[in-house]
Every structure is written in C-alpha cells, then in structure tokens.
C-alpha cells in the first residue's frame, strides 16, 4: 500500500464508528467484523498482523474485541488512535445500556416489559448453553483441559469457590505443565480461523516489515498507559478513602478486581457476578441479572457492558436519597469507568512487549489452562440461569464443604420451561442467528402477555 493511501485520524474515525454501530453478538461476531472491515474491505493489515493483535489481546485480563480495537489504532495513529477506537467501540453500548436502565427502573414491572424480558431470559439461557458448547469446542482438546474444566465447574457449583481462586489454580496448573513438558500442555490453543481471505501482510497498510516500533511511540505508550493506571485508581482511592461504607467504594473496589482477574470473557465474567453482586451484595435479584444480559445481547459493544446496568441497579437501590435514578446513572457510568479504563492502561503498558509475552510457552499454557477452566464456570452459569429462569423457588444448601442451589422441584415455572426448550431448538437445532432468537422470543413473551398466559 502506497503511503499517500494511509487513512487519516478522521477517516480511522469513521471506520471505528462504522465497526462499533455493527458489533453485535459477542467477542466471536466483533472480532469477526473486524476482519471484514479492516484486512478483508480496507487491507490496512493483513491475516498474520491480525491474528498476532489478537493472540497479544488474549493474554490481558477484559473484553478482547474492545483491546483488540484499541490495540491496532494504536498500532495505527498511536495513542489518539487507540483512545478514539477503543472509546468508540463501547460509546454505543454505553448509550443504549443506560437508556434501557433508566426504561426498566421506571417501568420494569409494567405488564407488557416484563413479558418482553420473560421472553429474552430463555433466549439468554439458550445462548448461554450455545456458549458452552462453542469455547469447549475450541479449548477441550484433550483429557488434561477436560478434567481442569471438570474439576472447575465442581469447584463454583458444589463448592462455592471464588472465581479468581479457579483461574489462579488453573493458571499455576498450565504453568508448570508446560514448565515440566507434560505434552497436554505443548502447542498451546489459539482462535483458529477469524476469515476465509489470507492477504500477505507485505501488500497491506500494517505489514510485518512495519512491526518494529520506535522509542518515541514506545515511550508515549507507557506514558499513556502510567495516565490510564492514574485515571483508573485516583477514583478508586478517593471512593475508599473519603466514603468507604458508601455502594459507591463497594462499585468501584469490586468491578476493579473484575477488570484485573476476568480471564475467559464476559461470561465468564458474569459467573462471579452473580455469585457476588446478586448473593453476596444484594444489588440485584437473578432474574434481574438476567434481564440485563438480554440488554447487553440485543445492543451493540461488548456483553461485557452488562456490568453497567448492574452497578445502575446496585446505586439505584442502596444510594437513597431523592433521586435514585441519577445515583444510578452514576453508579452505572462507575462501574463502566473502572472497566474499561485499565483495558487501555494493560494494551498501552504490554503492546510494546507484545512479541515477547506471545512466544512465552509457559504463559501461553497457563492461559490455555484457564480458558479450559472458564468452560466450566461458564457451564455454572448456564445452570445457573436455568434454575432461576424455569423454577420459581430454589433451596439453599450451606452444609461444609457444600454451598450450593438446587431448584424445588415442584415450583417449575411451565411457561419459562417451554420458552427455554423451544429456543434450544432455535440455537442447536435449526441454528438460527442470535438477533432472530432474541427477536422471536421477546415476540413470544409478548404475545404470551396478551393473552394472560404470563
């Protein structure tokens, strides 16, 4: 590519917008209109420079689609690049998610949105399950992964253990198999294929005979990433220091330690939600949770934005005061804040070191390793959900070492229960897209409404 054809900030601008309006379905579906827009529609980098972007993002902790786009502006246009891709990436999910917090604060439990919400949690749960199926597919490929994601599936759901705990013994676990040469633990995992089209890398804008960095764009990445970390923290610090009793401290110090442990994406991620926000905080119910996992299914950005409306609903109940719904907004756009504002510290901070931390067997394996366990957690989840969407009671056991919900049989939702199994069939059966799922069964519970069956 000829230098006079390199994109301006502007024109980069207008691509990122264009790529973040279009970033439905999940990591798999962002990632992949990533590609067709930037190595396959624009050729600004090719496969390989793509596929090494992407492998440097899934070593950080958070949404890999976001990093990712962070990571190749700056790569681009330096750090404006990256701040402009990475902060149109989220800017449309931000908008929408806290538009439709402030909808289901003032009219949640109007007849016609909570059928619309009824219809949507068995179209999550199915996608849920879909999940399941499609990362243990990718990471389960022998008896070593399988028995880690087995032992940590057991672990969340009959044992109550922590999420960070499963992903340090995951990662210690890969680390000193591969540190000792077990071969389950060689040639460790990957994405595999993201496009059907293979451009060589030296026909394309980012090439790799344009890989090597200078100092000044290193230095002004490791300044950018010492103001993210600053930009980060000071807020953090300030909440504790000044009003540690405040929902406000407890926001920000737990969705802090969510932006530096979430390993395995946003549904791993949404496991130890809700096993801390809705059983340990209280700043939401389940079915809660789960509405909220039907908005951040149907807008565009990372799923990961779910997490806004939990810090929304969280402030709204426990702040007080006359306006509930601005301390809402304000405990949303926290919990936003100390998301996403580390992605950019961990892609400014390691980029430089990119090469380096990819060709680590070692980390690779490690990483592996808890990508196995997160098929179990997410397992969890999916169990999760189907317990608290079919049933309408659940029995807490609390007998050590035990800690553990099962549904009371008799409380069966039959309702929830026929949603949930006819979108099965949508998802694995006739494999419909998720926007036809989410769309039909939102359709159904509305229609279901209608006619006084729910």
Same mark, same amino acid.
């Given at each position: 590519?000829?230098?006079?054809?390199?994109?301006?900030?502007?024109?980069?601008?207008?691509?990122?917008?264009?790529?973040?309006?279009?970033?439905?379905?999940?990591?798999?579906?962002?990632? #992949?209109?990533?590609?067709?827009?930037?190595?396959?529609?624009?050729?600004?980098?090719?496969? #390989?420079?793509?596929?090494?972007?992407?492998?440097?993002?899934?070593?950080?902790p958070g949404p890999e689609a976001q990093q990712l786009a962070t990571y190749i502006g700056w790569l681009m246009h330096g750090v404006r690049g990256a701040l402009i891709a990475g902060l149109l990436f989220i800017l449309p999910g931000v908008v929408a998610i806290m538009a439709l917090s402030w909808i289901y604060a003032i009219w949640g439990n109007v007849g016609f949105v909570s059928a619309l919400f009824f219809g949507l949690k068995a179209a999550v749960l199915a996608i849920v399950l879909q999940a399941v199926v499609r990362v243990g597919k990718r990471a389960l490929k022998n008896s070593a992964m399988q028995?880690?994601?087995?032992?940590?599936?057991?672990?969340?759901?009959?044992?109550?253990?922590?999420?960070?705990?499963?992903?340090?013994?995951?990662?210690?676990?890969?680390?000193?198999?591969?540190?000792?040469?077990? #071969?389950?633990?060689?040639?460790?995992?990957?994405?595999?294929?993201?496009?059907?089209?293979?451009?060589?890398?030296?026909?394309?804008?980012?090439?790799?005979?344009?890989?090597?960095?200078?100092?000044?764009?290193?230095?002004?990445?490791?300044?950018?990433?010492?103001?993210?970390?600053?930009?980060?923290?000071?807020?953090?610090?300030?909440?504790?220091?000044?009003?540690?009793?405040?929902?406000?401290?407890?926001?920000?110090?737990?969705?802090?330690?969510?932006?530096?442990?979430?390993?395995?994406?946003?549904?791993?991620?949404?496991?130890?939600?809700?096993?801390?926000?809705?059983? =340990?905080?209280?700043?939401?119910?389940?079915?809660?949770?789960?509405?909220?996992?039907?908005?951040?299914?149907?807008?565009?950005?990372?799923?990961?934005?779910?997490?806004?409306?939990?810090?929304?609903?969280?402030?709204?109940?426990?702040?007080?005061?006359?306006?509930?719904?601005?301390?809402?907004?304000?405990?949303?756009?926290?919990?936003?804040?100390?998301?996403?504002?580390?992605?950019?510290?961990?892609?400014?901070?390691?980029?430089?070191?990119?090469?380096?931390?990819?060709?680590?067997?070692?980390?690779?394996?490690?990483?592996?390793?808890?990508?196995?366990?997160?098929?179990?957690?997410?397992?969890?989840?999916?169990?999760?959900?189907?317990?608290?969407?079919?049933?309408?009671?659940?029995?807490?056991?609390? =007998?050590?070492?035990?800690?553990?919900?099962?549904?009371?049989?008799?409380?069966?939702?039959?309702?929830?229960?026929?949603?949930?199994?006819?979108?099965?069939?949508?998802?694995?059966?006739?494999?419909?897209?998720?926007?036809?799922?989410?769309?039909?069964?939102?359709?159904?519970?509305?229609?279901?409404?209608?006619?006084?069956?729910?």
């Open positions: 590519m000829n230098p006079q054809d390199y994109p301006t900030l502007g024109e980069a601008a207008r691509v990122w917008a264009r790529i973040a309006a279009l970033s439905f379905g999940g990591p798999a579906g962002q990632i #992949a209109v990533m590609h067709r827009i930037l190595v396959e529609e624009k050729r600004w980098l090719g496969d #390989a420079r793509f596929l090494h972007a992407l492998n440097f993002c899934m070593l950080l028995a880690i994601a087995a032992a940590s599936f057991v672990a969340i759901f009959a044992f109550g253990a922590s999420f960070p705990l499963i992903v340090a013994a995951a990662a210690l676990v890969g680390w000193t198999g591969a540190k000792v040469g077990l #071969a389950a633990f060689q040639g460790a995992g990957g994405h595999g294929s993201v496009g059907k089209s293979h451009f060589d890398d030296k026909a394309t804008l980012l090439g790799e005979e344009h890989g090597d960095l200078t100092g000044a764009k290193r230095a002004g990445a490791f300044r950018a990433g010492a103001a993210a970390l600053a930009l980060w923290l000071t807020p953090v610090m300030a909440l504790v220091l000044l009003s540690p009793d405040s929902v406000f401290a407890d926001i920000a110090t737990f969705f802090s330690k969510l932006a530096v442990l979430t390993f395995g994406g946003a549904y791993a991620v949404l496991a130890w939600v809700a096993q801390e926000a809705v059983g =340990t905080h209280g700043w939401l119910q389940p079915g809660e949770m789960l509405d909220g996992l039907g908005m951040a299914e149907t807008t565009p950005g990372p799923l990961i934005m779910v997490l806004q409306f939990v810090g929304f609903m969280g402030a709204l109940r426990e702040a007080g005061g006359t306006m509930p719904l601005l301390a809402g907004s304000a405990g949303g756009l926290l919990a936003t804040w100390v998301t996403f504002a580390p992605c950019f510290a961990w892609i400014f901070l390691g980029a430089p070191f990119m090469e380096g931390l990819r060709s680590n067997r070692a980390l690779s394996a490690a990483l592996t390793a808890v990508t196995a366990a997160v098929v179990g957690v997410i397992l969890n989840l999916a169990i999760w959900f189907a317990v608290h969407v079919i049933w309408r009671q659940v029995a807490r056991i609390e =007998t050590w070492p035990l800690s553990l919900e099962l549904p009371v049989l008799a409380s069966i939702d039959w309702a929830a229960a026929a949603m949930s199994l006819l979108t099965l069939v949508a998802v694995f059966r006739l494999q419909l897209g998720m926007v036809t799922v989410l769309g039909g069964a939102a359709t159904v519970g509305l229609v279901l409404h209608l006619i006084g069956l729910v």
